[in-house]
Nanobody, 115 residues
Framework: QVQLVESGGGPVQPGGSLRLSCAAS????????MGWYRQAPGKQRELVAT???????NYVDFVKGRFTISRDNAKNTVYLQMNSLKPEDTAVYYC?????????WGQGTQVTVSS
């Protein structure tokens, strides 16, 4: 059974930082492309960043220069380092694992950016 468990969310002030973690189990982590998505209230889920099985990284424009995705294959974990957080970054952040037609999601972790 595949499980993706996110952690590291919480409240933070504008300009602050958080590091999200996603621990994966039940899959061969090294062959999966991993990603982070987010969903704000009343909005659709949107892509934030991805890291391929070959460690190629991609970011959407609104997080470039602020967020960094990384993976640790020895720990079956993917991270999202978020710096210079803005109120508009407030959302539930979801971890995603993808391999061809197989896609798995975590339960999400809430990030709230507010003064």
């Amino acid at each position: 059974q595949v499980q993706l468990v996110e952690s590291g969310g919480g409240p933070v002030q504008p300009g602050g930082s958080l590091r999200l973690s996603c621990a994966a189990s039940g899959l061969i982590f090294t062959i999966y492309d991993m990603g982070w998505y987010r969903q704000a209230p009343g909005k659709q889920r949107e892509l934030v960043a991805t890291v391929s099985s070959g460690d190629r990284k991609n970011y959407v424009d609104f997080v470039k220069g602020r967020f960094t995705i990384s993976r640790d294959n020895a720990k079956n974990t993917v991270y999202l380092q978020m710096n210079s957080l803005k109120p508009e970054d407030t959302a539930v952040y979801y971890c995603n694992a993808k391999l061809e037609t197989f896609t798995y999601w975590g339960q999400g972790t809430q990030v709230t950016v507010s003064s």
